[in-house]
């Protein structure tokens, strides 16, 4: 089975054991980082390279909306779910603009995220 890796990104660390403890249960599937806001995010991910990021909107500095434009112009084939507590279509709209592969809010069910993660990883590169 192949691994896939997955970095998480969220200003709470309780939130990103609740993230690590759901996503290291699921086979094939490993936690390889973490940050805490925009600008570690970004180094995180020129450094591990996961296959998928699992990022908040909400984090310290620039955005998770930043965030995710500065990703993906760093790489275009990144793969970025938003797991976010905002509901409003606008955040929506924002994160898919940025280059966002899918969009989870955090009073979702757990397998949402998990779908959500897995249907980025086999989004056509």
Do not use: W
């Not at 403890?21 to 599937?29: A, E, K, T, V």
């Not at 760093?74 to 779910?81: E, G, K, L, Q």
């Amino acid at each position: 089975m192949i691994e896939r890796r997955i970095m998480i990104v969220d200003d709470h660390p309780v939130v990103r054991e609740g993230y690590r403890r759901l996503i290291d249960l699921q086979p094939g599937l490993r936690i390889v980082a973490e940050a805490d806001d925009a600008r570690s995010a970004y180094a995180r991910y020129r450094d591990t390279a996961p296959d998928v990021v699992v990022m908040d909107v909400t984090i310290p500095g620039a955005s998770g909306i930043e965030a995710i434009r500065h990703i993906r112009q760093y790489d275009r084939h990144a793969r970025i779910v938003v797991f976010t507590m905002h509901h409003g279509s606008a955040y929506a709209l924002k994160s898919f603009e940025a280059g966002a592969a899918g969009y989870v809010t955090k009073s979702s069910e757990p397998q949402y995220l998990i779908r959500a993660i897995l249907g980025a990883l086999s989004a056509a590169r």
